[in-house]
């Protein structure tokens, strides 16, 4: 994507704020928004009837970056995945000091997913594709963050390569693209190079849907 910021919270509508909710259960007391910058970070206070009819008033805090899109690019010809590595501050400072693999992903920066995630591919990937599939769309750390992604596949030939990818340098991508055989992916899952959920998911689903095949890949 481009450096702006993602969309802002009132992508949701309009019923989260303080006494307005759809659910009889929660009630929102006050808002106190912590941070605006890259992401938004709101501090709700809500109070929240118990199955067992007591109330409780707590507070929760979520961060908003908006919403993503991922896919998993495949060529069931040479049963092959391209995948990217790049580095991930925030995977950094957790102390992890090598590139993450992942599958191609970003955010999707006010277009639809579909679009979004041919913006990426090409950005990323140097990749024109075609048909791409939706899988679904689901919460990755609905504990805190707001963001959902969208999960698609892709079939690629080498033929629609029409750059090198890479990412944008203006806003600090460094990104390799890597041609991987699908058996190695997914022992790269079982020997820990692969670390990234999303795409552990991906390569999970085109497993169990056949869309390639896990010949050699081991136990
Ligand atoms: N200025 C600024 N730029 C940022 C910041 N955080 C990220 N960026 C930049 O914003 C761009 C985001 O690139 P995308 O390709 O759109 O997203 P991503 O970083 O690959 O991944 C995002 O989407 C994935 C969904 O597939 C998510 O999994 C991932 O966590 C992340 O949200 C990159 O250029 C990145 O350097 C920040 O705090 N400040
Ligand atoms: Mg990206």
Redesign the pocket.
Known sequence: ?T?TPPDKPDRFGDEVVPGKCPDDRITILSTRLLAND??VLTRYTLSYRRRSGTTQVFTRETYD?GD???ILLYDDERQVVLLTRQFRFPAYVTGHREDLIEVC???L?HDDPATAMRR?VGE?MGVEIGEITPIGCYY?SPGSVT?R?HFFTGAYRPGMRIGPGG??EG???EIDVMEVAFPEALRMIGDGRILDA?TILLLQHAAIKGLLSVRGAGR
Do not use: C
């Open positions: 994507m450096g890259w992401g970056r993503g899109a991922a992903g970003g955010l920066d990426e990323e990755m963001e992604i990412g944008l806003e600090g991508e999303k």
